[in-house]
């Protein structure tokens, strides 16, 4: 039998150890039936028979093995070397790691009592889902295997010329065998009911690749979505410069019959970071760039990009939180939505909220001009725009009002480990002369005071202690991207020419998109000086 990179068959297991996919390859098959015509199909080791299995078993047979399997080497890859738990004939009594990644499985036969030896199974794990792949090898190659599992010694001994690794050295199909690209449920949903036939074999000129395993049969149509995220940080200083970043996204589906290549123009005003690799590097042009790719199963995304906001931000304004004493704050919102932005981009939802992880809300009073307000025992909540009014124009929103929170009860900590390094004792005087009170800021007084022995956040919050207060605003824009990067659906060219559908979509929303208290403390980046 001539050396190559052949396979006998595929299974994929679920969570539950049963079999959801599995494929036959006949024409292999029937090469090893043939060359163990021609073999001893029997090696006896000690009290044991182990024969040559030379039919393929079912997938309830499979699957039992495996189970039992996992049962005896402890675990789904097993120990990967001999401990006082491995038996004779497990792939632990090798004493070698790479058994558990190439293991070996017993098909037990009733009704003549023999243990039937399935190896080597390649297993491959992603997500919920074992991968099984037997690869076509040797019978010798299958009897010195065996011979290795029921050795005394172990089989990477000093002295040892035969083990396990120098067997799989000489198998291209173990060592030259890749990673599988298409793991998709959906397109092995449909594998699965559709099965394979003549009709999925490419043409003879075209090579399939590796990302489109499966030719798709059905109603042929495209789908391209844009998903924008914006990040900013909103000081409302002279001296910090307000930051605002959009990360994006182009997701693709093409159901398309065949092994077409797809094209479309695209703007030369985004800064490209990776494509797919079934697309092609694009040349750029004077203001524009060409995308070509020939497109894999199911959803994925052909690109991702970072981008200016052309349109300014969606959402600008100031945030100020002041404390009038320990345990009352009075805040004022003033922003403005859309400023500047047109139909067809439609805000279908903002929220500001304002996290208070180390203080817990009592009340609030106040009234905002659009909107309505919630609180929680660590936040307040308000909803400018909520879910079916969606915002087409520019407003104004003003939120002014007062918060209550719980008495403060800082927990003391020793000088070293204090949150901001070393603190004055509380109990230390604060010089103020009675008769020049005005010359004292009171909010520097309770600031200092409540900063005393403070305690970071939670992990969820790094930055947020009293001194780094701020409000985070999320929102979702539909109808156009931030970035000016749209594709035109009519642009979309096709090749072989097929009548398919194509429709475009964007979707824009926030990430960390904070508005720093412009009272308070907050962190920046600095400039760099050149």
């Not at 037990?108 to 039937?116: H, Q, S, V």
């Not at 080597?120 to 010195?144: M, N, S, W």
């Not at 198998?171 to 449909?190: H, M, R, V």
């Not at 979505?225 to 200083?237: G, I, K, P, Q, W």
Request: aromatic share 10%.
């Amino acid at each position: 039998m001539t050396g190559g990179c052949s396979i006998r068959a595929i299974w994929i297991l679920n969570r539950l150890d049963a079999v959801v996919f599995s494929r036959r390859f006949p024409v292999v098959e029937k090469r090893w039936r043939g060359t163990c015509k021609s073999e001893n199909e029997t090696s006896t080791e000690g009290d044991l028979n182990y024969r040559v299995f030379t039919s393929l078993p079912s997938d309830s047979e499979l699957a039992a093995a495996f189970v039992d399997r996992k049962r005896r080497e402890g675990s789904l890859r097993g120990f990967g070397v001999r401990v006082s738990q491995s038996a004779e004939g497990s792939d632990s009594w090798l004493d070698d790691p790479i058994t558990r990644h190439i293991i070996g499985i017993y098909i037990n036969k009733e009704e003549d009592g023999d243990r039937n030896v399935l190896w080597p199974l390649i297993l491959h794990t992603k997500g919920h889902y074992v991968i099984l792949v037997f690869p076509l090898v040797e019978p010798r190659h299958l009897k010195a295997y065996v011979t290795l599992c029921n050795r005394s010694d172990c089989g990477n001994a000093v002295g040892v010329e035969d083990s396990i690794s120098s067997i799989l050295l000489d198998l291209p199909s173990i060592t030259g065998y890749g990673t599988p690209l298409d793991l998709s449920f959906p397109n092995i949903i449909s594998i699965k009911v559709n099965g394979f036939s003549q009709s999925d074999l490419p043409p003879a000129d075209l090579k399939q690749p590796a990302w489109k395993p499966y030719l798709y049969r059905g109603r042929q149509r495209m789908l391209f979505s844009v998903h924008e995220t914006v990040h900013a940080a909103m000081y409302d200083r002279d001296e910090i410069p307000d930051s605002i970043s959009i990360s994006g996204q182009i997701n693709c589906r093409a159901d398309l019959e065949g092994l077409p290549d797809v094209s479309f123009p695209l703007k030369d005003h985004i800064e490209v970071l990776s494509f797919h690799p079934c697309a092609q590097v694009p040349e750029k042009g004077i203001d524009k760039q060409a995308v070509m790719f020939s497109p894999p199963l199911g959803n994925f995304v052909l690109m991702r990009y970072e981008a200016v906001c052309g349109l300014g931000p969606p959402i600008k304004g100031f945030y100020q939180l002041s404390m009038v004493s320990e345990d009352k704050g009075d805040f004022l919102f003033k922003l403005r939505l859309m400023d500047g932005y047109k139909s067809p981009l439609t805000m279908e939802f903002c929220t500001v909220t304002m996290p208070f992880p180390m203080r817990r809300v009592v009340s609030f009073d106040g009234t905002p001009s659009v909107g309505i307000v919630s609180t929680t025992d660590h936040s307040v909540e308000w909803k400018i725009v909520m879910g079916g009014r969606g915002l087409t124009k520019s407003i104004e929103a003003t939120f002014p009002g007062k918060v209550q929170f719980a008495p403060w009860k800082p927990k003391k900590l020793p000088p070293s480990s204090s949150a901001f390094g070393s603190i004055a004792d509380e109990d230390s005087d604060i010089e103020t002369d009675g008769n020049n009170n005005s010359m004292v800021n009171i909010d520097e007084f309770l600031m200092e005071k409540m900063s005393k022995d403070l305690q970071p956040a939670d992990l969820e919050e790094p930055f947020c202690w009293h001194a780094y207060n701020y409000a985070k605003v999320s929102f979702k824009i539909v109808g156009a991207s931030l970035s000016g990067i749209s594709i035109d659906p009519k642009s979309v060219s096709i090749y072989p020419a097929v009548k398919a559908p194509v429709e475009f979509s964007t979707q824009v929303t926030s990430g960390d998109y904070i508005l720093w208290n412009t009272l308070g403390r907050c962190p920046s980046a600095a400039a760099t000086k050149v």
